[in-house]
């Protein structure tokens, strides 16, 4: 069964880090572009970066750069996101999802993690 | 920066209707659309891609129409199940960037 399972949420102070991890099964890592979303309690979907399939090349939201990093280990069959400086408006589920091999809809998507910023 | 604006935000409907929600991209982005319904407490689903491509399982009631800067999603005959909010997505490959609608909440 192909899955995406991510970990690594929690409640974290302002100003505080998180790495958040997406372990995937039931597929090849190694073939497939990868990228996170986020939402906010009661908001729309909020893409917030990508990863191709080597870890070559990444890229972000506009608002999002300089605080978070993405990064791959396909060996270990991991995607994370590293993520820093957080800040109230960073509360949100977390979403890692795969880039379908045939197009750019994100085809396969986990379940979340939670990720609370508050003091 | 390519924006996309979504309406409507919210939608009344009732079993049998159909619906249509439009998504209109500030600059021309061809066919590089896609939608996804999420129902609460759950993550997105991939319906179309590719502004009019249905994804494998997804039933034939769920369409797609439009290039450019016009896109518009239509469900046939409102099913029960379809309840939920639809988000349209686009994005450019060079880099890969996305960007998503506001979404459309359908409700009872």
């Known amino acids: 069964e192909v899955q995406l399972v991510e970990s690594g949420g929690g409640l974290v102070q302002p100003g505080g880090s998180l790495r958040l991890s997406c372990a995937v099964s039931?597929?090849?890592?190694?073939?497939?572009?990868m990228t996170w979303v986020r939402q906010a309690p009661g908001k729309g979907l909020e893409w917030v970066s990508y990863i191709s399939t080597s870890g070559s090349s990444m890229t972000y939201a506009d608002s999002l750069k300089g605080r978070f990093t993405i990064s791959r280990d396909n060996a270990k069959n991991s995607v994370y996101l590293q993520v820093n400086s957080l800040r109230a408006e960073d509360t949100a589920v977390y979403y890692c999802?795969?880039?379908?091999?045939?197009?750019?809809?994100?085809?396969?998507w986990g379940q979340g993690t939670m990720v609370t910023v508050s003091s | 920066d390519i924006q996309m604006t979504q309406s409507p935000s919210s939608l009344s409907v009732s079993v049998g209707d159909r619906v249509t929600i439009t998504c209109q991209a500030s600059?021309?982005?061809?066919?590089?659309l896609n939608w996804y319904q999420q129902k609460p407490g759950n993550a997105p689903k991939l319906l179309i891609y590719e502004a009019v491509n249905l994804e494998t399982g997804v039933p034939s009631r769920f369409s797609g129409s439009g290039s450019g800067t016009e896109f518009t999603f239509t469900i046939s005959s409102l099913q029960p199940e379809d309840i939920a909010t639809y988000y349209c997505q686009q994005y450019d490959n060079l880099p890969s960037m996305y960007t998503f609608g506001q979404g459309t909440k359908l409700e009872i």
């Open positions: 039931g597929f090849t890592l190694s073939s497939y572009e």
């Open positions: 600059q021309d982005i061809s066919n590089y």
């Open positions: 999802a795969r880039v379908a091999d045939t197009n750019d809809g994100f085809d396969i």
